[in-house]
């Protein structure tokens, strides 16, 4: 991606190029969130998952952290209204989200961008942006996909536990009045 960058200013050009409106704090790119362009920090499972789901269609671009394995950013593009989307969802879907690790970041939130290809420490691309940040996918899609991976998986370590065996999940327990 950054083959042709050789300072921090080239880097900023590169993303600037493709839509991202970034600037350079401390020799760093720096994106802003706002209404156009969010972000969602979430889980990696949950964020590979939804790259799964919705890539096919449209570029999904990742952050990690080479220090933080289990955390990872997904950029969005904007939301259908105003504000976030998070206002807008029941309370059943805010405590999911709560419960996962999942929360939209408020507008003006600063996001730190990866500078090279091989950043040895810090940010980097786990899926890099392939288009310009207008082809970010939609924050409502983003979120109902991952809304419906919790829901899955947690249909998935239900079942598991009613073919481990664990106490008071079985229906015949739950029916004699065991629990």
């Given at each position: 991606?950054?083959?042709?960058?050789?300072s921090?200013?080239?880097?900023?050009?590169?993303?600037?190029?493709?839509g991202?409106?970034?600037?350079l704090?401390?020799?760093r790119?720096?994106?802003q969130?706002?209404?156009?362009?969010?972000?969602?920090?979430?889980?990696?499972?949950?964020?590979t998952?939804?790259?799964?789901?919705?890539?096919a269609?449209?570029?999904?671009?990742i952050?990690?952290?080479?220090?933080?394995?289990?955390?990872?950013?997904v950029?969005?593009?904007?939301s259908?209204?105003?504000?976030?989307l998070?206002?807008?969802?029941?309370?059943?879907a805010?405590?999911?989200?709560?419960?996962h690790?999942?929360?939209?970041?408020?507008?003006?939130?600063r996001?730190?961008?990866?500078?090279s290809?091989?950043?040895?420490?810090?940010?980097?691309?786990?899926?890099?942006?392939?288009?310009?940040a207008?082809?970010?996918?939609p924050?409502?899609?983003?979120?109902?996909?991952?809304?419906e991976?919790?829901?899955?998986?947690?249909?998935?370590?239900?079942?598991?536990a009613?073919?481990?065996?664990?106490p008071?999940?079985?229906?015949g327990?739950?029916a004699s009045?065991?629990?």
């Amino acid at each position: 991606m950054f083959q042709s960058c050789h300072s921090p200013h080239d880097v900023a050009y590169w993303y600037a190029d493709r839509g991202f409106p970034v600037e350079l704090t401390y020799g760093r790119a720096l994106l802003q969130t706002s209404y156009n362009i969010g972000a969602v920090k979430m889980p990696r499972e949950i964020a590979t998952t939804i790259r799964r789901r919705i890539g096919a269609d449209r570029q999904i671009p990742i952050l990690a952290h080479t220090r933080n394995h289990r955390e990872t950013i997904v950029l969005v593009g904007p939301s259908r209204a105003r504000g976030g989307l998070l206002w807008l969802l029941d309370d059943f879907a805010k405590s999911e989200f709560d419960r996962h690790g999942i929360c939209e970041a408020a507008a003006g939130t600063r996001v730190w961008l990866p500078m090279s290809d091989h950043t040895p420490g810090g940010w980097y691309w786990a899926s890099p942006p392939t288009e310009t940040a207008t082809a970010l996918p939609p924050r409502n899609r983003v979120l109902r996909t991952a809304l419906e991976v919790i829901g899955e998986q947690s249909a998935s370590a239900a079942t598991a536990a009613l073919k481990t065996g664990v106490p008071g999940s079985s229906t015949g327990e739950l029916a004699s009045g065991r629990r």
